[in-house]
């Protein structure tokens, strides 16, 4: 495919795409088409070179900016969304308004065009908290938050387009990715800038959910992979196949770090706090994938990225940021607890 549409470019995963890609594809042009929410940011897209990508600001759900952006794409990854479960707790209109309805834009206006193949970035989120086992693509979706009901709807419309109009639609379910450029609202890049700056470590409940972590390389590489050679119709996971408990990451952290673990604070629980995520991906594999980048050693890399990167985040940080902090986190750590 010479020209594709990467939608939510300039967001983590998304900017993690547009720099695979371009590595790995080198006749390849890229239409990025991204609203620059909270969360999008050009500066994940800086080192890049500009000849290569197209930028265009603009809104999934509007249906003239989204035929303008793929006016001559023969392929779509869609990543633009609202990411982050806790501001889906707080209002999910935005959620429902870009996550399902930013899906039945980019479709109806893709319905008519010669796309030959449409890939749609979901999550393990979908399945909802898994106690035991993993879940493989036809395990039941049975999501539990707005974040992740709103993904789920989309994903469905997604089938009920292939199914209704024959549209080469293919789904992919990640797992929690982490890595450079990733927002520090989301657990990693929070703790890690937090321990930098010796600030609080605000863990929720007791510390002993589980996540899947996944390096934004090998998201990125599964989403590649199911692009070009997945069957349209069909959903995939891409797991990292690292479980652990976000204690154990919190301690990884600190110690990467040289920072004591009392800067860990115990805070009340996110509501209705998924316990755990685990997803087989032998279905992709089959497809010829598989992660790459070791955990540990990837942490390592991240930890460090952040260290070496401070002017990305520290702008993040002192914007928007703060009062959203300030709301979401102050009286959960005034009333926090240490071990
Ligand atoms: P992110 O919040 O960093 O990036 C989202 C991007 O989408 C931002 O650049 C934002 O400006 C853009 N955007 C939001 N609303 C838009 C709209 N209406 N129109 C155009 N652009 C819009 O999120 P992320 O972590 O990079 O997630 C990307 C995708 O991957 C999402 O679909 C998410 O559901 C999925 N996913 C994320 C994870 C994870 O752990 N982060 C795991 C699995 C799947
Ligand atoms: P997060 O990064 O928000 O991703 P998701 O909700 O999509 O899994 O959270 C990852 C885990 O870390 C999740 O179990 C919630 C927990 N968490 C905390 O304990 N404290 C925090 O401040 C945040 C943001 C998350």
């Not at 301690?251 to 509501?271: H, M, N």
């Not at 050693?297 to 991240?302: A, S």
Request: proline content about 4%; aromatic content about 10%.
């Amino acid at each position: 495919m010479q020209k594709i549409l990467v939608t939510g470019g300039a967001g983590f995963i998304g900017s993690g795409f547009v720099r695979t890609q371009l590595r790995d594809y080198p006749d390849q042009h890229i239409v990025v088409l991204d609203k620059l929410t909270y969360s999008g940011n050009l500066d994940n897209l800086k080192d890049l070179d500009q000849n290569r990508y197209t930028f265009i600001q603009g809104d999934v759900n509007d249906p003239e900016c989204v035929g303008k952006a793929l006016e001559g794409c023969e392929g779509i990854v869609h990543f633009a969304a609202e990411s982050h479960v806790d501001r889906s707790l707080s209002g999910a209109s935005d959620f429902i308004d870009t996550n399902v309805g930013g899906v039945n834009t980019l479709l109806s206006q893709a319905r008519e065009l010669d796309i030959k193949r449409i890939l749609l970035v979901s999550t393990d989120e979908v399945y909802g908290s898994v106690l035991e086992g993993s879940s493989v693509e036809d395990s039941p979706i049975v999501p539990r938050n707005p974040y992740s009901a709103s993904k789920a709807a989309g994903e469905l419309l997604g089938v009920s387009y292939f199914e209704s109009f024959g549209m080469p639609i293919v789904i992919t379910r990640g797992s929690n990715t982490y890595g450079p450029y990733q927002y520090p609202e989301k657990v990693l890049p929070l703790f890690i800038s937090n321990a930098i700056d010796n600030e609080a470590l605000p863990l929720y409940g007791d510390g002993k959910n589980v996540r899947d972590w996944l390096h934004v390389e090998d998201h990125c590489s599964g989403i590649d992979f199911v692009f070009r050679k997945g069957e349209p119709g069909q959903a995939y996971n891409i797991a990292g196949e690292n479980e652990r408990e976000n204690i154990f990451l919190t301690k990884r952290i600190l110690s990467l770090l040289g920072k004591p673990e009392s800067l860990i604070r115990y805070v009340e629980d996110r509501t209705g706090h998924d316990r755990r995520y685990s997803i087989d991906s032998s279905k992709l594999k089959k497809l010829g994938w598989a992660p790459k980048i070791d955990f540990d050693e990837g942490i390592k890399l991240t930890v460090q990225w952040y260290q070496e990167n401070e002017w990305w985040w520290r702008k993040i940080k002192s914007g928007e940021f703060k009062a959203y902090y300030e709301e979401h986190y102050r009286k959960r750590l005034e009333e926090s607890t240490s071990e």
